[in-house]
């Protein structure tokens, strides 16, 4: 019986298919849009962990070590942003080198969803970094500056917040737009 089913869905699907014979393309115009915002965010994402990459390495070098900020910390931090700037620059070059009117939808669709993983796993690795760094950090802070505490956590808060309800949503749509079919 789940043969004559499977023959049956099988023969079904040939005549769907045989039906839809439209030829897919892509949305040239929107998708090079899309791919030209998402090189400018990871331009902005490699030049602010940069920046701030030197700023904590100056505070290093001129011996600024408040107590509730370590100088171990500090370290981790300069690396820390200097892997992320990497990551950044490596998803940049892989967006940019996608040339989006000579690929076969299929093959566009298959990069992206490839380059879509590798941004997701990086937001992945990075987020368990910066919450590592937090846990080493916050204790400190508590003991030596109780307004600064306070100040942390609800910047955390705020940047949470921020980034689940303006920043991701950016993410998601370009990429989607990235895909658009006409």
């Not at 955390?156 to 895909?179: C, E, G, M, T």
Request: hydrophobic share 60%.
């Amino acid at each position: 019986m789940q043969l004559d089913e499977l023959k049956h869905s099988m023969s079904l699907l040939d005549q769907i298919l045989a039906k839809t014979s439209v030829d897919v393309q892509i949305n040239v115009s929107a998708a090079q849009t899309a791919q030209s915002k998402m090189l400018k965010k990871f331009r902005q994402g490699f030049t602010t962990c940069l920046v701030l990459a030197v700023v904590f390495a100056a505070a290093i070098a001129g011996g600024i070590n408040p107590l509730s900020f370590p100088v171990g910390l500090k370290v981790y931090l300069v690396a820390y942003l200097l892997l992320a700037a990497i990551w950044y620059v490596f998803l940049y070059r892989r967006l940019k080198s996608i040339d989006i009117a000579a690929l076969a939808p299929a093959k566009l669709i298959s990069i992206t969803s490839t380059l879509k993983l590798l941004a997701l796993s990086g937001e992945v690795f990075f987020g368990i970094g910066i919450a590592v760094l937090f846990a080493l950090l916050i204790p400190d802070i508590w003991a030596f500056n109780r307004i600064g505490f306070w100040a942390v956590i609800v910047a955390l808060v705020f940047a949470i917040i921020y980034s689940i309800v303006h920043l991701w949503p950016q993410y998601i749509k370009l990429f989607r737009d990235l895909n658009t079919l006409k």
